[in-house]
């Protein structure tokens, strides 16, 4: 199948790319090793197509972000979620503070660190532990297979994550935050140390990709209006201050995470998982953004493409 040819000569491609640097600021990242690179293609019809070392496991960090945007808009509507947290591409770095001050309290949007922070304590529970029950099990029912938490990850972030900390003490000081400061960012921090792999990645974009259908469990697990949500939000925001660049090079809604992670999503079709952790200077993966661009090119996926850049498109859901 052509779809299996491209997505391992894309491995094959940029395999060899050496330039970037693991992330070392939470030091259990550091110990990954640069030459890990794995892709995953997942249709909405569950169609696999993978190469290299899709099922290395390793944390989800900021790809939570759209997850648990998805879940908050699930459980307490649009509105709400827009008012407090917003959609507008901040411009600047994921843990940026300037950027919340710069607009009087407001996180700006769901995928930098002061947004996730702020929408993970919009999720309607009573406490700290029941609001990381309902993270883990909503994205363990995007995944398709409950999810694990990486302990030591878990515990290498809690020690250094005293900028996170200082952003939601920030953010409740502009009654930005509607739970306790600490627990919010405690539960954010174990959110992003759910183990995962590029495999994992691809049937949870393909999620979004199908309305809120996981293609492996068939389980409706958000609804398509929340999907549509989750991917506009993704194509303006989801790679930081290069969102701009992406969208015009490759044309799909994506997240990136330090560990190397990326979701690209082809809504209606399926979704790209990448894993390399050799990342830029804005913290997204080297190769797996040159491995989604060829992909979206070679399969014709870019959302803005006027004509079908394949004869096998319709091939990524088969």
């Known amino acids: 199948m052509r779809v299996d040819e491209l997505v391992h000569a894309a491995h094959v491609r940029y395999a060899a790319a050496d330039d970037g640097t693991v992330a070392d600021y939470i030091p259990a990242l550091a110990q990954a090793d640069p030459d890990w690179f794995g892709l995953s293609l997942v249709g909405v019809d569950g169609g696999v197509h993978e190469a290299g070392d899709a099922g290395i496991r390793f944390t989800i960090q900021s790809i939570s972000k759209a ?22 591409n901040t411009g600047l770095a994921f843990n940026s503070v300037i950027a919340v001050e710069l607009n009087a309290g407001s996180p700006m949007n769901p995928m930098v660190n002061a947004g996730a922070i702020a929408t993970t304590a919009l999720l309607p529970t009573s406490d700290a532990e029941e609001r990381w029950a309902v993270v883990r099990d909503g994205l363990s029912r995007f995944a398709g ?14 020690e250094t994550n005293h900028r996170n900390r200082a952003i939601a003490q920030l953010l409740h000081s502009y009654g ?12 954010y921090t174990r959110q992003c140390s759910l183990a995962v792999d590029a495999h994992d990645l691809a049937v949870m974009g393909a999620t979004l990709a199908d309305g809120g259908v996981n ?11 929340v999907c549509r ?8 925001c989801g790679l930081y201050e290069r969102s701009g660049e992406w969208l015009f090079e490759i044309g799909l809604p994506a997240k990136s995470g330090v560990s190397g992670g990326i979701v690209a999503v082809a809504p209606g079709k399926g979704a790209v998982g ?24 070679a399969l014709g996926l870019n959302l803005f493409a006027s004509a079908r850049w394949a004869s096998d498109l319709d091939g990524v859901a088969s």
């Not at 297979?145 to 809690?158: A, C, G, M, W």
């Not at 930005?176 to 539960?187: H, P, Q, S, Y």
């Not at 990448?274 to 090119?297: E, I, K, M, T």
Request: aromatic letters at 6%; glycine letters at 6%.
């Open 176 to 187: 930005r935050l509607a739970a306790d400061a600490d627990e919010a960012v405690d539960v």
């Open 67 to 88: 997850f648990v945007f998805a879940l908050a808009c699930e459980a307490i509507g649009h509105e709400r979620v827009h008012e407090r947290v917003g959609v507008n």
């Open 229 to 236: 949500d989750t991917l506009s939000v993704l194509a303006s």
């Open 274 to 297: 990448a894993f390399s952790p050799r990342l830029d200077a804005a913290g997204n993966s080297v190769r797996g953004q040159r491995a989604c661009a060829y992909l979206s090119r």
């Open 215 to 225: 293609p492996v469990t068939g389980e409706q697990v958000v609804s398509a209006e």
């Open 145 to 158: 297979r409950p999810l694990d938490l990486d302990e030591e990850v878990y515990r290498s972030e809690t």
